[in-house]
């Protein structure tokens, strides 16, 4: 019986170890991890057999060219993970999900072009993560969001034309980066990584191959040395235009704004408003050369040169007007809160009472970020009358006298 009961009892010592493909060998460390190890074993796919107590499964250097979503289901406790030096071309999603201890992953030298960048959410604890040398030409910006123990990333030798802004943020732990010997086209969407490693204390290996392959002017010059003076960022001016350029002319009071941008690349101008019955959203011009409307039913009139109008201007139309310039470096957007009201023509009484009218004309603009960004969206009210033998003697001219009097009188000019 004694010799039974010790046998049963160095099967249960040596079970972890026992659970072992015949193409792996498993060993238990010192420090009580087992290791799985199925290098150089000319594997086609990832072996059965494992032992749910691995915790460090070594797979490089095989023939692996497909992992699925079950692949890894009897190694839950995986902490280490090497698949370098494969043919991995396709990563089903929850391929990683499930291996929530995972420290290391080594998913270098493959051939993966798309991977499940969501099951890295799961992997919070992972400190090293190395996909260099694959066929990587973008990720999400929020890919690497969750791994906030992430020491060590390697992304160089891959087909990475740009990354989004913010991809590196939310890495408190992250020592380490390689983005080197990618093909990145230096347009002004990556001027923030140059803005980046200027402040960051991340050592970025061998930055100086970090170079860009277009456009051709910067070609073979470094990320981190792209000109300040190739990327501005937008600069928006909304005014109020008294006549519109061009011959198209309305009854009724017509509200004109214009949007004046700068920047580098010149930015798109956008527009937005909301008024209590509806919500606009305008990329870009909506009215033609010929001064066709593109969309018949648009109600507001957004011109190439930033100029809106709308035509027969009413209580409806009161709101939020917005407009935004937006560029490969930033955005910035400039309000006005239109308000119509009823009146004779206080205009003459506002110039004489209003401080502002004998220094601030309806076309002055503080530069840049000198105007606080508070005063954007000041109130703006219109105040129009134009009784009918008014416009008769005008010869049917469009009436916006008095609006842009009483703009004079506000002081309106915004920007930012």
Same mark, same amino acid.
């Given at each position: ?69 079950? !692949? ?162 937008? !600069? ?5 235009? !008294? ?25 798109? @101008?956008?527009?937005? @408003? ?60 400039? !309000? ?81």
């Amino acid at each position: 019986m004694r010799p039974l009961l010790c046998c049963l009892g160095l099967a249960v010592l040596l079970g972890p170890c026992l659970a072992c493909p015949g193409a792996c060998s498993c060993t238990t460390k010192k420090n009580g991890r087992l290791l799985a190890e199925c290098a150089y074993k000319d594997l086609q796919e990832v072996p059965e057999g494992l032992s749910s107590n691995v915790t460090i499964l070594t797979l490089s250097a095989n023939r692996i060219s497909w992992l699925g979503q079950g !692949s890894f289901v009897e190694v839950p406790e995986v902490q280490s993970l090497w698949l370098g030096y494969n043919q991995i071309g396709v990563v089903e999603p929850g391929a990683f999900a499930l291996l929530v201890h995972l420290k290391n992953l080594d998913l270098s030298h493959n051939k993966i072009a798309d991977f499940p960048w969501q099951d890295l959410h799961n992997l919070s604890g992972l400190q090293i993560l190395k996909m260099n040398n694959n066929r990587l030409a973008g990720l999400p910006r929020d890919a690497f969001r969750s791994l906030k123990d992430l020491r060590s990333l390697w992304l160089n030798d891959n087909e990475l034309t740009t990354l989004a802004e913010g991809t590196f943020d939310n890495l408190p732990s992250l020592s380490q980066l390689q983005i080197f010997n990618n093909p990145f086209n230096c347009s002004c969407k990556v001027f923030w990584l140059k803005k980046w490693t200027e402040n960051t204390s991340v050592s970025i290996t061998k930055g100086g191959s970090t170079l860009c392959v277009a456009p051709r002017r910067l070609k073979g010059r470094a990320v981190t040395d792209i000109p300040d003076h190739h990327c501005v960022a937008p !600069s928006v001016q909304l005014t109020y235009l !008294s006549n519109l350029d061009n011959t198209i002319t309305y009854d009724g009071l017509t509200l004109t704004l214009h949007c004046s941008v700068a920047g580098s690349p010149l930015p798109e @101008i956008r527009w937005k @408003i909301q008024t209590s019955g509806r919500r606009v959203e305008i990329h870009g011009p909506n009215v033609a050369r010929d001064g066709n409307v593109k969309q018949s039913q648009e109600r507001f009139l957004v011109f190439k040169n930033g100029t809106m109008a709308i035509p027969n201007f009413s209580k409806e139309d009161e709101g939020i007007y917005t407009c935004l310039a937006v560029n490969d470096v930033g955005m910035r957007e400039v !309000s006005v809160n239109v308000a119509l009201a009823g009146s004779e023509n206080p205009a003459e009484g506002l110039l004489r009472d209003d401080p502002l009218a004998s220094h601030l004309g309806g076309q002055s603009c503080f530069k840049g970020d000198e105007m606080d960004s508070s005063s954007a969206g000041e109130k703006l009210v219109i105040v129009y009358h134009m009784p009918r033998e008014s416009k008769s003697k005008a010869g049917g001219a469009v009436p916006q006298l008095h609006l842009g009097t009483l703009l004079m009188a506000l002081g309106i000019a915004l920007c930012c």
